[in-house]
């Protein structure tokens, strides 16, 4: 079998102390897999007959498996579902050699967590299609029910701007609105957000606003994003998708925005193919989401707005300006540097179908993780290097990104000290002091770096 592209950082290991990877092995990997263990057992309970024979032999193997995990052992070849990556994660357990949970690479390690998983559910009869977040996923967006109400609000407002006369000039700030609501969608925090009319948007008071806003975003390439989307009408825009609910609803008026403004005549939807990272997106969430903004038993604020924006996204959708495909290779353990011309595990595939694309949008963590082979790659590393193939394969993209975990590369220099800094006063000043090089991890800061795909 042909190996993966190698990468001459090294990759961040859960046997680092230093690291957040060493913190989700050993906190937060155990805490998922008891959530998982309640998710199943409440399932199960509801189910009767042989379903809830399966669930309880899941449950099993969802607890044997979080025992394995908090006791370092060793990680096993994956048994054969017949699904293609089988052969793929097998492949590079044995490349690398042997690996425990707690001195593993972390990217590659969290991958085979949630794949493994999968393969327990592909050896049932009942439970193949289960999706073990789905519950908390649905529960979650039902909580943000101001944030969403607040955000209908802002699309039918500043929609409403583009059936008048727009220049070019005022749908750059238009754009810059609604990138930052995909981009801060993964915090739920809207006070990173401006909240102002287009006009106000052009004023003094708003260029204000903006630096104020985009002053924790430490990579921003938005101008060359700009560039590349404006430079024809129409055309075709893909989204990488991370989180479902709340980060999936931002995204959706991204999307929106797009198509009202013309910016784009077709979006195209990545969403994974199986449950994975907890929150991330799988195809169904769609369809989920347009019943949750439905209800207003569901939310019940701010019906006119939300009404207004599902009833563009119903419409978008059922014309075939909204496209959901999903590739397998979303979630393979692969870093995205197999995005290119015989790239593994179907990498190929989805590097002939991104270069149709204007702009490839990858949102989210994980996709930043991949995007730069989650190596630990020195802060000031240009991005274009971090991502190497993909700087040369004709693939125009964008990653919207808050920091939560380790890999950070485009720096300036002088500025991963700074942040350190900023962080041990921030946490210090809130009787919780922490070490400075959790700012990468804190969710606080972000980036947004662009690639041309012709470096």
């Known amino acids: 079998m042909a190996f993966p592209v190698p990468c001459s950082a090294p990759p961040y290991m859960t046997s680092d102390p230093n690291s957040f990877a060493y913190t989700s092995a050993r906190s937060r990997w155990p805490v998922i897999l008891t959530g998982i ?29 979080k025992y394995d995990v908090e006791h370092d052992r060793k990680l096993l070849p994956l048994e054969d579902d017949g699904l293609f990556d089988v052969a793929l994660y097998n492949s590079e357990l044995e490349r690398q050699g042997p690996m425990s949970w707690g001195n593993a690479p972390w990217l590659y390690s969290e991958c085979y967590l949630y794949r493994k998983m999968y393969g327990y559910l592909q050896t049932t009869v009942h439970w193949k299609d289960y999706d073990l977040f789905a519950r ?58 401006t909240n102002l009319s287009l006009d106000q948007l052009q004023s003094l008071q708003g260029e204000k606003a903006r630096k104020e806003s985009e002053k924790n975003i430490l990579v921003n390439d938005v101008d060359l994003a700009w560039q590349a989307i404006s430079s024809v009408d129409g055309g075709r825009v893909d989204l990488i998708l991370d989180n ?12 929106l925005f797009l198509l009202d403004s013309g910016l784009a005549d077709t979006i195209v939807l990545h969403p994974k193919a199986m449950p994975w990272f907890v929150s991330d997106v799988l195809p169904v969430d769609l369809p989920v989401l347009i019943n949750a903004l439905g209800s207003a038993s569901v939310f019940n604020i701010a019906r006119e707005e939300i009404d207004f924006l599902r009833e563009q996204l ?53 996709n930043y993780r991949k995007l730069t082979y989650d190596a630990a790659w020195p802060r000031t590393t240009p991005f274009s290097t971090a991502i190497s193939p993909l700087a040369t394969n004709h693939v125009k993209l964008i990653s919207l990104r808050t920091c939560k975990a380790d890999v950070v590369v485009g720096l300036t220099n002088g500025q991963e000290e700074e942040l350190e800094k900023t962080w041990v006063d921030i946490t210090t000043a809130k009787g919780k002091p922490e070490t400075g090089k959790a700012w990468a991890w804190s969710g606080k800061w972000a980036v947004m770096p662009f690639s041309s795909g012709e470096k």
């Open 37 to 65: 263990v309640d998710d199943l057992s409440r399932s199960t309970l509801e189910s009767d007959g042989e379903k809830a024979e399966e669930g309880k032999v899941l449950i099993e193997k969802i607890d044997a498996l």
């Open 244 to 255: 479902a609910g709340f980060e999936f609803y931002t995204d959706i008026i991204f999307a």
């Open 314 to 366: 119903v419409k978008y959708n059922d014309d075939g300006k909204i496209i959901v495909r999903s590739f397998g290779f979303w979630t393979t353990s692969l870093a995205f540097w197999e995005i290119r011309e015989n790239g593994l595990g179907g990498g190929h595939e989805v590097w002939q179908d991104l270069k149709e694309s204007k702009l490839a949008i990858f949102k989210g963590d994980l």
């Open 136 to 193: 908390q996923k649905l529960e979650a967006f039902k909580s943000s029910e101001v944030a969403v109400a607040e955000l209908a609000i802002r699309y039918k407002t500043l929609s409403g701007q583009l059936h008048g006369s727009v220049n070019k000039e005022q749908l750059n700030l238009l754009f810059r609105e609604f990138i930052d609501i995909s981009l801060w969608g993964n915090a739920t925090d809207l006070s990173l957000l």
